[in-house]
């Protein structure tokens, strides 16, 4: 229990700091320090800052995969179900950067490198769209050949709107109206369902 509580901690602090002070000027002591623990119980727990951060996306991520299972096993319509899984996940997504602060400004400056942090986070997505396409095939909503290649397409395709849907690029010069029209026209139509 007392593990728990100190990788916790520990993960708070770093998270912390990563806002105030942006990933590339935050060290391991100030980790300490801001813990209130010592640095040999920090490197007890993470070898390095490079693996905070991630333990670090990891817990925001979590997050969001959280709020994502409990919209892929409600009992709807898996017409209903995949648009507010892709609504769902653009809102906490968002709300997820805008609550990080100067990780905001770090995730737009490096998207690419987000890549690696990112893997397991995105793998769980597809494993979820899968859930739900698979669902929706099965009753016979959805007319897809490969639900596993269907899923990676339309988690590219999200991954695709990110930055323009945080930044607020998506809605200028378009209603919210219009692009939900348009989102759901795109994605029924991967799915065979127009």
């Known amino acids: 229990m007392k593990n728990k509580k100190n990788r916790e ?3 708070s602090a770093a998270k912390n700091l990563f806002i105030k002070k942006g990933y590339d000027d935050t060290t391991m002591s100030d980790i300490a320090l801001e813990s209130g623990l010592s640095r040999r119980t920090l490197y007890t727990y993470f070898v390095s800052k490079v693996e905070i951060y991630q333990a670090v996306i990891n817990s925001e991520t979590d997050r969001i995969i959280d709020k994502l299972t409990e919209i892929a096993c409600k009992p709807m319509n898996p017409r209903q179900k995949i648009i507010e899984f892709i609504y769902g996940r653009f809102i906490v997504l968002k709300e997820m950067v805008d609550r990080n602060g100067t990780l905001r400004s770090e995730f737009f400056r490096n998207v690419f490198g987000l890549e690696h ?3 397991d986070y995105d793998q769980k997505e597809k494993v979820l769209l899968q859930q ?3 669902e929706g095939k099965e009753s ?3 007319n897809v050949t490969s639900v596993r290649r269907t899923a990676e397409i339309i988690h590219y395709c999200m ?6 849907y945080i930044r607020g690029n998506l809605w200028r010069g378009n209603t919210r109206e219009e692009i939900r029209y348009e989102t759901q026209k795109l994605i029924f139509g991967a799915l065979g369902c127009c």
């Open 9 to 11: 901690r520990l993960i």
């Open 117 to 119: 942090f990112r893997k």
């Open 132 to 134: 739900i396409i698979s």
């Open 140 to 142: 016979g909503v959805f």
């Open 159 to 164: 991954r695709g709107f990110e930055v323009s």
